[in-house]
Nanobody
Framework: QVQLVESGGGLVQAGGSLRLSCTAS????????MAWFRQAPGKLREFVAV????????NYADSVKGRFTITRDNAKSTMYLQMNNLKPEDTAVYYC?????????????????WGQGTQVTVSS
């Protein structure tokens, strides 16, 4: 079991930046692939970014490439999402997710552990 807690959300103007954090407790953090998903009102939860256990591999949704950066610090059991040049369409609840071997990393159901979410609102 691993418990995940997100933080860092808030209200920001378009073009601004935010950094989200996801802190894990429980089992060894370094054993998990970690990902960010987001869900806007009335929409399905969608993949944002994923990072492998040792940070060797990262992948991003096309909509955030070049603007968002996913990183992790295994010594602190924490994952981050640096979000720059935010757009109103980035407004959503952002969730962190973990799994030892998600396989198809784009699919939310492949992840066994989830945080409670943090709201990001980007005003135009």
């Amino acid at each position: 079991q691993v418990q995940l807690v997100e933080s860092g959300g808030g209200l920001v103007q378009a073009g601004g930046s935010l950094r989200l954090s996801c802190t894990a407790s429980g089992r060894t953090f370094s054993g998990y692939h970690m990902a960010w998903f987001r869900q806007a009102p009335g929409k399905l939860r969608e993949f944002v970014a994923v990072i492998s256990q040792s940070s060797v591999r990262t992948n991003y949704a096309d909509s955030v490439k070049g603007r968002f950066t996913i990183t992790r610090d295994n010594a602190k059991s924490t994952m981050y999402l640096q979000m720059n040049n935010l757009k109103p369409e980035d407004t959503a609840v952002y969730y962190c997710a973990a799994d030892e071997n998600p396989g198809t990393y784009l699919v939310p159901s492949k992840y066994n552990y989830w945080g409670q979410g943090t709201q990001v609102t980007v005003s135009s």
